[in-house]
């Protein structure tokens, strides 16, 4: 039984008590007070945290998503899943309620993981596999110390993959909207040029217009061509990911993608 729970920061546990204590607001206000990005590692500067801030708490509206930063130095050196959870548990993020929709990217740097879990409406459109898309499109950033790109990517991965129905592979190309309007040239060319061509007139003269078909003769014969075809298959890099998916101790479920920068 891997080893359970830590303790959350001091600095957490009082700026959630803080938090609590606040007057009655609407999710609206509240939404645009509360802090999304907890950078414990010091990994930003004081216009990068606030750039980050007002990006997370846009896009997070237009879906209805906490879209949460962690960063530790992991003093207590506590597994990244783990913290991840506890800090669900004990701050209760959700945009319009507590343990509501979230989705938290975890940075440890102690053992250089990262973490992505994405819980109730997240944990639906962001499954194990769009947020492994979204760990891979980040961790060169992470791993050449370009925290708030990687950061920036994360949001807005998130927020766009959030746009399309659980099921669908948001990187295919027939989503994208230029590969569509080629696509819709292409057909609108070809069907142009068949018409262009019909209108010319049909050729009525074939071989058997002037074939004499008594003298002439064909002997049958068989050519076979053994065509050789090399199959090349991309390996995909290891950076020690795995994904899937837990439940925190609060009996909160999540997904999962999990990985090292």
Request: aromatic share 10%; proline share 5%; net charge negative.
């Given at each position: 039984?891997?080893?359970?729970?830590?303790?959350?920061?001091?600095?957490?546990i009082m700026m959630l008590a803080v938090f609590l204590m606040m007057p009655h607001r609407t999710a609206a206000a509240a939404a645009e007070a509360k802090p999304l990005i907890f950078d414990d590692a010091g990994l930003l500067s004081s216009q990068e945290y606030e750039e980050l801030s007002a990006l997370a708490r846009?896009?997070?509206?237009?879906?209805?998503?906490?879209?949460?930063?962690?960063?530790?130095?992991?003093?207590?050196?506590?597994?990244i899943e783990i913290l991840i959870e506890d800090f669900y548990d004990a701050y209760a993020p959700g945009y319009d309620r507590p343990h509501g929709n979230a989705v938290i990217l975890g940075l440890d740097m102690?053992?250089?993981?990262?973490?992505?879990?994405?819980?109730?409406?997240?944990?639906?459109y962001l499954d194990r596999n769009r947020l492994d898309k979204i760990r891979r499109k980040i961790t060169d950033d992470l791993s050449d110390g370009e925290y708030k790109k990687a950061f920036e990517a994360y949001i807005i991965s998130a927020h766009e993959y959030m746009g399309y129905?659980?099921?669908?592979?948001?990187?295919?190309p027939l989503f994208n909207i230029w590969v569509q309007l080629g696509g819709a040239v292409l057909i609108g060319g070809l069907a142009v040029g068949l018409m262009t061509y019909r209108a010319g007139g049909r050729v009525t003269?074939?071989?058997?217009?002037y074939e004499d078909v008594s003298t002439s003769g064909i002997i049958d014969q068989e050519d076979r061509y053994i065509r050789t075809t090399t199959t090349r298959r991309e390996i995909p890099k290891n950076d020690g990911g795995s994904s899937g998916g837990g439940v925190t101790s609060g009996g909160h479920s999540h997904s999962s993608s999990r990985g090292k920068f």
């Open positions: 039984m891997r080893r359970r729970r830590s303790m959350l920061g001091l600095g957490w846009e896009y997070g509206a237009e879906r209805e998503t906490d879209f949460i930063i962690i960063t530790t130095d992991n003093p207590d050196n506590v597994d102690r053992n250089r993981d990262v973490e992505l879990q994405g819980y109730y409406k997240a944990e639906e129905e659980p099921g669908f592979n948001p990187d295919n003269v074939n071989r058997r217009t």
